[in-house]
């Protein structure tokens, strides 16, 4: 407050106030006794020119607005503190120092924001895309590898053989894989753990597969594929082309894998090896190849499939034009990666006796027709065509699958698969 003097005369006032109100510092009663000019910072060190509920409250509260930390949804803010805020999150907030008002100039407050730290929050549970899993219940990939289990015990009770010999080769007729639903079914599940790589080349069961909707719905997708579903199935001629030459490579790596608990399947020795099957019937290479051990040697047994419904006869010549080109050496390089391959997954006191060209001097040709029994056919009859081979008779075996109801064995199979794959 301003003291008047000669030299420096008072403001005008309003006409009736009283040198009393003067002297108390009433300039502005309308304001309760005070009003802050721009101009001048310096403080009013009297109580008496704060009357409750007015101006330095009502600045107070607007300060105390500006620096609301309260449930309000932050505006503009990206920091962590903020949107842990937002969302409800544990936050030691801001603290706000020196809030107290200053006239003249405001000076921002400081502020220090203290960001919550990762345990401390708990992040709001998120609703799963795939089907809770009951505790019980157990994963696709042990249910995958107990299914294919089951089938491999439960095949060998359906099957029966026969041997017989003819001046040019060997025959070994083996039946009962369509004999019933149950036999059926086995052979399906067995289908399905091959398109999955999951029966290794050490014939171990290991199913290569996550358990999640992604990989379910890959199985699905990759039977329907190549076995065809319900809602698109496949036409005959994907069936005559594609489908059953695949199952037809398919059933006898499925035969060979076999051997291991019935030795009858591969006489000339034990299979300890099986090369992958094609994942599609017109990929190139070979159908089914087996290691096997006979006694100290190791040899290699190539399959060589063909499903001709009415023409065995024709599979067979097929085949031996086949067998004539790794006799010529076409294949030698596939074959060497093939027994490269090998040498990784047997146990190592096999891997000492294995060489990397055993299939020069040891390898047995096993050509596999499946037909239907309308095509009747003699295989004790003597073939020509297999002495312009460089293998002799006894590592010749030719190994006919005759079906009753060729295209009813296929659908049947490939029906299974579907159903079965829709299970997992």
Known sequence: MRL?????????????????????????PDTGGYRERETDSRPINSSRHFPPNNGRK????????????????????????????????????????????HRGSPRTPDMTITAPSASAITPTPQTSTTPQQNALTPSLPDTLTNAIKQALEELPTHLTWSSSTSTTHEVLQVVGWGKNTKAIDAVATYFVGLLVSSITRALQIRAQVQDTLEDKLEILKSVESLAGSPSVPLSPKQKTDERNPWMAECLWHLCLNLSSKLPALHPHGQVVALDFPHIAAKDHGFDVIALYLKGNTLGISIVESKAYENNPNGAISDAVEFYRSVDQGTHDVRLRQTVSAFRESIPANLQGILSASLWKNIRTYLPNPHYNNTAAVDWTNQRHSFKTLKVGKSQILIMPHETSGFSTFFDAIGASMWQFAQSL
Do not use: E, Y
């Not at 006032?13 to 009283?18: D, L, M, N, Q, Y």
């Open 4 to 28: 008047c003097t000669a030299l420096q005369p008072p403001a005008l006032v309003p006409i009736g106030w009283s040198a009393r109100q003067l002297s108390r510092g009433d300039f502005f």
């Open 58 to 101: 009502q600045r107070d509260k607007k300060t105390a607005q500006a620096f609301s930390i309260g449930p309000k949804k932050p505006s503009g803010d990206n920091s962590s503190a903020a949107s842990a805020l937002h969302n409800g999150l544990p936050c030691s907030g801001p603290t706000i120092n020196n809030m107290a008002p």
